[in-house]
């Protein structure tokens, strides 16, 4: 083959290439983002903030919230959990949420575990305060933000799954809206399982909604996730819920797929 | 056996060894076979075809781990036949089976994995007498089996989640080959692409093993 031939091939892929590039959607405009950072006395750590506003952002309205775990995960940024939600509000003409991303960057097994074990520090209880008593009211004091549990939405994947049906379980007076993604329930052998049921009857009257999400190739999540919604039918008859087992895709590339249905779900709800 | 099977030999060693001792003549036919057999198969080692070669073929046989999560991936068992085309250009046969049988005690979890692929390939190689490395595009299917089962089930509604799939597979290997007599050192990675939503996660895996010349 020619010199110039293999040329014109390579230049021909080149140009693929930026075509498909150039039919990116937009990005979020780095002005409806803020930053800060925040110490907890409960946790005795630091986290940083991103607090992503809806473009039409307006402080004469009050707006919901999505709080996202693991915000700065390549793949569930706040920015692209951002960009979800702003379709999806105009997709159902529903008001946008602001999204506020919690960095997980030090301290993720100990935040988002409740028991002491090998894998995790068991300091859920203390991230539940950070958020309840520190982040929380401060996100409320900055902006327009709707003050009740309904107006809140809290996103967990894996670890951060479980840590939201601990949530669901002990503090279900914090969120009324739970995205749990590939949740671990399996964690020190099946705990929060063990909790559901141990507080299953002051929590039957609960009206959440709730989206678990995991993916199929991830058979020991799928266990518990399989579990927790079947709880949640059998158990709880005043919660709205959904369960979605996406095909072929395993734990870290069902997350972003998953987010999308389940904020497809929540807007379509709230 | 042997007088049966050379009735010539048999008249003509008497000659030879000017001896009508049985099991000496048998002894004598034994070691003769022996030494010419060996001769032959020294003389082979110098005419084995190079890597390049259009009569070059292999069998590579190679075992090795899982790349994104090697202590759950299951281990995977290689055969790879491969033939030139032409110099530096082949095709080859691939077949893989990756086994994991487990008890994880983090999980509480027992589980059993089979991940078999079948499938052929194509594509190009480098280097020539003792080295040789190549890189083909595999085309195939892929059978996966996947059982588990949480150890403390009184805690679950349905134990067991069982996953079966009959899928298309679409792979990359790298296949190195080092040495230059019959037998040679081989080692693969193996790239699994399909699903290509799921490459991250796909069962990539890196295996060291033995090859061999026809």
Known sequence: MTTIRKLLIFACFIEVFLFFNSCKKDDINPEQIKQFSIHSDNTGSDYTVWVVLPKDYNPDFTYETAYLLDAQANYLRYDKIAKITEEQSLKYNKQNVIVVGISSENDRDRDFTPSNTELGGGGSEGYSKFLEFELIPKIESDYRVDTTAKSRLIIGHSLGGLFACNLFINHSHLFHNYLMLSPSLWYDNGLLLQYESDFRAQNATINNLVFVGCGELEESIVLGAQEWDYRLSTFYPNCIHSFYKLLNRSHVESAFPNAEQGLAYYYENK | ??????????????????????????????????????????????????????????????????????????????????????????????????????????????????????????????????????????????????????????????????????????????????????????????????????ILENFHNFSLGIGYKF
């Open chain 2, 1 to 198: 056996m042997l007088n049966r099977l050379s009735p010539t030999l048999n008249k003509v060693l008497p000659i030879i060894m000017k001896t009508n001792n049985a099991f000496m003549l048998r002894l004598f036919t034994l070691i003769t076979t022996i030494l010419v057999v060996s001769n032959l198969t020294i003389k082979a080692q110098d005419t084995l075809p190079s890597y390049q070669s259009k009569a070059f073929k292999s069998l590579d046989l190679n075992c090795g781990i899982g790349i994104y999560s090697p202590t759950y991936a299951p281990v995977p068992l290689t055969l790879v036949y491969q033939q030139n085309i032409k110099p530096g250009f082949s095709w080859l046969v691939f077949s893989q089976l990756g086994l994991r049988f487990k008890t994880d005690p983090y999980l509480n979890m027992r589980y059993k994995t089979i991940n078999w692929i079948e499938g052929g390939g194509i594509g190009a190689s480098f280097g020539k007498k003792i080295f040789n490395i190549g890189v083909h595009a595999i085309v195939g299917g892929r059978f996966y089996f996947s059982e588990y089962t949480a150890r403390n089930s009184d805690l679950y509604n349905k134990p067991t989640v069982i996953t079966k799939k009959l899928m298309p597979e679409l792979g990359l290997l790298l296949n190195m080959k080092v040495g230059k007599k019959k037998i040679y050192f081989s080692s693969q990675l193996y790239a699994s692409l399909y699903p290509f939503k799921n």
